[in-house]
């Protein structure tokens, strides 16, 4: 029973936007705190023959447990609308019946400070305080402790004092937000993003296949790798080779689609995932990337530096676990490198079947131009076999996947 109490409260939100996931379980104590309060509340009263109010804390429990259900159900608006409207009635009522100085005014603060604390729009903050404003000075209207005296009645002096309260809370409470959003955002992003390409960096990407696999989702993985670019940078300098890498995110977020991600997950060499697509549309946008490069190359001080890139495709469907797809890619690619570079290896009927796109570009220095122009499948079987064992290892040695399990 404890686990099933304790799996049902570590309940993770995967669907929720990782923002939201904060305020999700934060929230979700505070609502089974106030119910725990709420039944507390029933017998309590009920002891000092509130019956009132007894009933109102029984009617409130069964409100809160609507809450947690919705919250749970990832209707948090909705859950914290129900919520902090329950609550409200509640003080309003205890303070009704108590008058004021009994504590009960207070709650009005954690309604607000819940309101405020809570993602929601600017507007409907600004409202919402507004509104409880009016409630709580209503609040003290009633309150039978109250009575009339001198120039200003006791109610207009306490409701400008509530409203000084509210007005410094709300502040402090919205400044606070506003810069924890700020930096969070700033964080968020520099943890997420390569500092060179702007593309998702090594950890982002892979927590994104880690999660598609997890849930399923079908997805072709491309692994590109730029053909000896060890010649780009002592050619051309490693400024140029910089500029080569950006130019190679900007084309890769161009190719994609929505929905699509594409990272940097080692010096030259990077990822992409594509949902929901098939091997044959896998080719072809990794012949599209191809083609893009080859079209645009890019351009250093007003000299074009051409550049080619392997591509090794590998789809979900084809293995058992997320480690066995990107293996499967990066054999692939490997074989691209093996076959002559500048080309995509997609497997198919054979394991090691090659497609490489037509491609007018000349091959870049130190590019043997073995991929280029063929639209041939390139079988394995004809070199070396000792030569191959040696240099696959040299390659699973330096794969960026051989070193770190991605799952498991
Ligand atoms: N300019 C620049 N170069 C980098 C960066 N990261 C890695 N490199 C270089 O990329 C080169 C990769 O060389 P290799 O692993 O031999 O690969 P390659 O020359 O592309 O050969 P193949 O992959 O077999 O086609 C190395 O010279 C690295 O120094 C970077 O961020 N910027």
Redesign the pocket.
Known sequence: MPRVISAWLRHEPRLLAVEHRRFYHAYLWVYLMLMGLFVVWVPFFTLFNESRLAFASGIMALVSVLGVMLHRAHQLTLGLALMMSALTLMAWLSVFCFGLSAGYEYYFFIVMAGIHLAPLAARVRVVTTLMLFMVAVSALMVSPVLHEGGVLSAWVLQSTNLFAVFLMMVTFLWRMLALTEHFERQYLKDASRDE?TELLNRRQILRHAEDWWRDGVPCAVLML???????V?DLHG?AV??EV?RHLGRLLTATLRQGDRAGRVG??EFLVLLPRIGRTEAISVAGRMRSLLAKSPPVFAGTPVPVTV?IGVAISHEVDSLDELMQLADRRLYHA?HNG?DQVVAGGEHEMTGLATADASPPPPGNDGGGLGKAEAVEEGARDKEDDRQEKQRHKDSSPFSRTPLVG
Do not use: C, Q, V
């Open positions: 060179l790798d730029a053909d000896n670019f060890k010649r940078n490693h080779g910089d890498l010096g030259e392997s490198k570079r």
